[in-house]
């Protein structure tokens, strides 16, 4: 079975810290199939499913490209919230505030990668971190989690990351190139690509 791979920006080991600290509180109220770990939490640009290699290599031309011409920039987060039914959302997530920056790279992400023949997500992007999936039990937005994420936290963003899904394992993610914002000194990890 081949790898699955998508393009995504790392969050801070801080915010993941954070992050993990609010999903403690929030197990407090509700059950989940699935609990993202701190070491995965990511921002998703583009998601590819398998890839044959020569593929990847149009991933990472297309990749350094656009990151070469985007500068760092600041992100933070806005709250919890949650996809499907209000008391019970299919997947809680942090929301990001606006940051015009980021959709730009995805947008130009999304155009350049649909030019070269891979299939993009039609639905409107809604930039977020995972934190759960799969709603068991429990009511996740109740008062509790109002005041989870409540105070107003955020990075600097100076990375894409290419990564691959590693089913089974933990941290779920493995990077496999990493390119700088603004620069091309992208790190690669040459015993996996």
């Not at 600290?21 to 070491?39: A, F, G, N, P, V």
């Not at 998601?47 to 992100?75: C, M, N, Q, R, W």
């Not at 030019?115 to 039609?122: A, L, Q, R, S, V």
């Amino acid at each position: 079975m081949k790898n699955h791979y998508f393009l995504a920006i790392p969050v801070a080991e801080e915010i993941g810290e954070y992050l993990q600290r609010e999903t403690i509180r929030l197990k407090e109220s509700c059950s989940y199939r699935q609990w993202t770990d701190m070491h995965d939490y990511h921002i998703t640009l583009f998601f590819f499913g398998p890839l044959p290699e020569e593929e990847l290599e149009k991933v990472v031309g297309i990749s350094t490209k656009i990151s070469d011409s985007h500068t760092a920039f600041d992100v933070s987060i806005s709250g919890i919230e949650g996809f499907g039914d209000k008391r019970h959302p299919r997947v809680v997530f942090a929301a990001l505030a606006a940051c015009p920056e980021l959709v730009k790279i995805q947008s130009e992400l999304k155009e350049a990668l649909a030019g070269h023949g891979f299939i993009p997500d039609n639905r409107p992007y809604h930039s977020h971190i995972t934190l759960a999936k799969g709603w068991l039990s429990g009511q996740a937005f109740d008062r509790r989690l109002e005041k989870l994420c409540s105070q107003s936290i955020g990075w600097k963003i100076d990375r894409i990351v290419l990564y691959a899904v590693m089913p089974g394992q933990i941290p779920h993610y493995n990077s496999i190139k990493i390119f700088s914002l603004g620069k091309s000194n992208e790190q690669i990890f040459p015993d996996i690509l």
